[in-house]
Structure formats: C-alpha cells, structure tokens
Nanobody, 126 residues
Framework: EVQLVESGGGLVQAGGSLRLSCAAS????????IGWFRQAPGKEREGVSC????????AYADSVKGRFTMTSDKAKNTVYLEMNSLKPEDTAVYYC???????????????????WGQGTQVTISS
C-alpha cells in the first residue's frame, strides 16, 4: 500500500522557518518524482516544488524560489521542504504527492500526481 505521510507543520511568525517532511512507503522511492503542493482556504491547490526521481533535478514555484529548498533522503525514503523567510501568504495546508516519472522529469501540475498524503497545516502569523 502506497503511503505518504507529511509532518512538521505548525504556527510560526512571519520571517520564521519550518521544515516539512514527507515519509514515503509502498513504492520504489527512486522511481518516483515527489512534489509539494499547498492549498489555502478558497484557493486552488498549487504546486510549490518538485524533485525528480533519484533526486536529479528540482523545480520551484516563483513565489517560493530563494526561500524554500526541497531535498530527498533515499536512505529514509523521505523528502523535506525547508521553508525560510516565511510570509503570511504561505499559510496553507501543505501536501506531498508522488508520481512515477522518467529521470529528470519534474512537474508541479497537481493533476499529474497519482498518490497524495493527508496534508499538514502551516500557519504564518504577521
């Protein structure tokens, strides 16, 4: 059974940092691209970042470039999203998702992803 479990969300002040984790199981980690997405109340789900299979390439939404960093730990089957210089507009439920993709392929289209975690709430106070 494929499982993606997010953790690390919480409440922080603007300018602060958080690190989200996504623990994956039930599939061959190296064969899948993993993405981070977020959804704020009343808004559509949007892509934040994506790391290709085998961690060969990463991509970021313009709104988070230079502030967020996505990494992958194959030994732990876990991906991380380090979020710095957080802003109130980063407030959302953050999800990780997985899709079997060729090497180097990345995308931040939610419709492309097959497996999803349950989400973790991130709230940034001003």
């Amino acid at each position: 059974e494929v499982q993606l479990v997010e953790s690390g969300g919480g409440l922080v002040q603007a300018g602060g940092s958080l690190r989200l984790s996504c623990a994956a199981s039930g599939f061959t980690f190296d064969d899948y691209a993993i993405g981070w997405f977020r959804q704020a109340p009343g808004k559509e789900r949007e892509g934040v970042s994506c790391i290709s299979s085998r961690g060969l390439r990463t991509a970021y939404a313009d709104s988070v470039k230079g502030r967020f960093t996505m990494t992958s730990d194959k030994a732990k089957n876990t991906v991380y999203l380090e979020m710095n210089s957080l802003k109130p507009e980063d407030t959302a439920v953050y999800y990780c998702a997985a899709v079997q993709f060729p090497f180097f392929a990345v995308t931040m289209r939610p419709s492309a992803f097959r497996y999803w975690g349950q989400g973790t709430q991130v709230t940034i106070s001003s």
